[in-house]
C-alpha cells in the first residue's frame, strides 16, 4: 500500500493522521480526501506532501528475530533530521544517519549505492 509524509510548519498533530515525529504526519492511500481537505482549507501545501510507492511490512516477531540475527541495525535519530529531510532533499537522510553512527557505518555511507539511485 502506498503511504505519504505530511509535513506542517504548524508544528502540531493533524486531525485523523498519525504523528511520526512533531510536524509530520503519515497517511495512506485512504486518507487522500483528508488532505485534499487540508490543502484546499490552506493548512498544508501540495508541496508539505512526500508521496512512497509500495509496501514493506513485517509481523512484529519476525522483525525482532531478524534484528536478533543482525539483519537490521537499530539506532536513535534525531527528529531534527527526519524534519530536514522533508523539508530539503531526503535522499540524503540515509547517508546522513549513516555518518553520525561512525565507524564502519560512516565508511559505507561513502559507498556507492547498487541500485544507481
Same mark, same amino acid.
Given at each position: ?6 509535513? @506542517? ?7 485523523? +493522521? ?7 504526519? +503519515? ?23 512526500k +508521496? ?34 522533508? @523539508? @530539503? ?5 540515509w @547517508? ?6 561512525g ?15
Open positions: 500500500m502506498s503511504i505519504f509524509l505530511m509535513w @506542517t510548519t504548524a508544528g502540531k498533530p493533524l486531525k485523523g +493522521f498519525e504523528e511520526v515525529v512533531p510536524g509530520v504526519s +503519515f497517511g495512506l492511500r485512504t486518507d487522500l480526501e483528508k488532505a485534499s481537505a487540508l490543502m484546499k482549507n490552506g493548512v498544508v501545501n501540495p508541496e508539505d506532501l +508521496f512512497y510507492v509500495g509496501y514493506s511490512a513485517w509481523d512484529h516477531d519476525q522483525l525482532l528475530s531478524e534484528i536478533d540475527a543482525g539483519y537490521w541495525v537499530v539506532t536513535s535519530c534525531s527528529s531534527g533530521l527526519i524534519t530536514d529531510a522533508m @523539508t @530539503t532533499d531526503p535522499s540524503r537522510l @547517508t546522513e544517519i549513516l555518518q553520525l553512527m565507524g564502519h557505518y560512516s565508511e559505507l555511507s561513502k559507498k556507492p549505492k547498487e541500485d544507481g539511485m
